[in-house]
């Protein structure tokens, strides 16, 4: 088998996902996949009608990297690399006028499996409480004031860990939650999922039960425990949020340990996949003793997830599978059911976000595929070319538009 390398960090509407990071009534974007880190638009109005061609706002040249944009306070943050350095830069969302720019000479060497995807870093950043958060390519954490891009704290780890990073690069975009940045620092078989203070960067608590995966962590209710749930190197797990001892977990490994989706967590139920497994439902359950046990609710051995996180909207699972050169689904998220499939040939991958009636998935080959949400069958509603180099990172959804980041430019179009 052709061997694979992991590109995206890692899933969907739920109540019991919470919302992390700051936001307002306005389009703001700002964090891995959206404002409630479900790839949910919210706020986002149904529309009657998709024009025929998106109408470009600004595109600004902004360097390499696979980290998405987000957008806060009408400014949009993006994080590449130029040169050696890792850069982390703010445009004003309407106009597109660079506002400021930070950088860090940042050594990295590309492992060789993903040389065609380059040294730029690919976790997003979180924006909250006037703060810019990053986990660069090699593991650095670092935080900025959002106004100016100072820095004001910045973490390194080369004297905790024999390696900084996983083997393609740290992946797992940042969470905020209570105060506390939560990141997985560290590589393979050796590393930490860390709470860091927000303002001081001081740690507040640190598993080290296992390495990063390359998928982001979720904050959630289960059972009245808040907790972070995550993929890592080679489980599932629950960690509480308030100490970082481990609740409960189960192996989960794939092939060339790629272990890239972002769970997907309704009510006690959490949902994941990875290369080549399927589909599956997960229940989580807490004893009246204090322990935690997990039971299978389904599982779906036709479809597959690898580098796509899902999305979950009234009741429907929509993902993208690698199967059949990509292959856009719905499934019934309460049974794991199959209720229709697109063709297949649709790209190497897609990210997804649900807005209105609809789901956007942009694919790796700079489309933009708007689909009917709720349907009997997969029904194209829209396909718009938005790039003309990949499109691997994720893109970020605001009222009346799309940000996307290419192999190196930053373009907003309004729909």
């Known amino acids: 088998m052709k061997r694979r390398a992991v590109v995206l960090l890692g899933v969907a509407a739920v ?5 992390l990071a700051s936001g307002g009534s306005g389009p703001d974007w700002p964090q891995w996949r959206g404002p409630t880190r479900t790839g949910v638009a919210t706020g986002f109005a149904a529309r009657s009608a998709w024009p ?7 595109k600004a040249e902004v360097g390499l990297g696979h980290s998405s944009p987000v957008v806060s306070d009408d400014r949009v943050y993006v994080f590449t690399r130029q040169g050696e350095d890792e850069v982390l830069q703010a445009f004003e969302l309407a ?3 660079s506002l400021w720019r930070q950088a860090h000479p940042t050594a990295y060497r590309v492992n060789p499996a993903a040389s065609s995807h380059g040294p730029g870093p690919k976790a997003t950043p979180v924006v909250d409480a006037g703060r810019v958060y990053t986990l660069g390519i090699s593991g650095i954490v670092s ?3 959002a106004a100016t891009g100072r820095v004001v704290w910045r973490k390194e780890f080369a004297t905790e860990f024999p390696s900084t990073s996983p083997t393609y690069g740290a992946a797992q975009s940042p969470l905020v939650d209570q105060g506390r940045v939560i990141v997985h620092v560290g590589g393979d078989s050796n590393g930490a999922l860390t709470a860091f203070d927000a303002a001081t960067g001081s740690v507040a608590w640190s598993w080290k039960g296992d390495g990063p995966g390359y998928g982001s962590p979720v904050i959630a209710d289960i059972a009245g425990t808040r907790q972070v749930v995550t993929l890592t190197e080679t489980m599932l797990a629950g960690v509480a949020a308030d100490s970082g001892r481990l609740l409960w977990s189960v192996p989960f490994t794939t092939e060339y340990t790629q272990n890239a989706v972002t769970p997907v967590v309704s009510g006690n139920v959490v949902i994941f996949s990875g290369l080549e497994h399927p589909v599956k439902a997960l229940r989580v359950v807490a004893s009246k003793g204090g322990g935690w046990s997990t039971e299978t609710v389904w599982e779906n051995p036709d479809l597959s997830l690898y580098m796509s996180s899902p ?3 009234a009741g429907r699972l929509y993902g993208f599978s690698h199967r059949r050169k990509g ?3 719905c499934l019934d998220a309460a049974t794991g059911k199959t209720l229709w499939l697109s063709d297949g040939r649709q790209g190497d991958n897609a990210s997804l976000v649900a807005a209105g009636d609809a789901i956007l998935a942009l694919t790796t080959e700079g489309e933009l595929i708007v689909f009917e949400a709720g349907g009997a069958a997969f029904k194209i509603l829209k396909r718009y070319t938005v790039a003309d180099t990949p499109t691997w990172a994720h893109e970020a959804v605001v009222h009346d538009g799309v940000l996307v980041k290419d192999e190196r430019h930053l373009a907003y179009l309004r729909f």
């Open 95 to 97: 106009t597109g006028k």
């Open 327 to 329: 292959q856009l689904f």
């Open 143 to 145: 935080a900025h004031d």
């Open 52 to 58: 025929e061609a998106l109408r470009p706002a600004w």
């Open 311 to 313: 999305v979950l909207m």
């Open 15 to 19: 109540p019991a996902v919470l919302a």
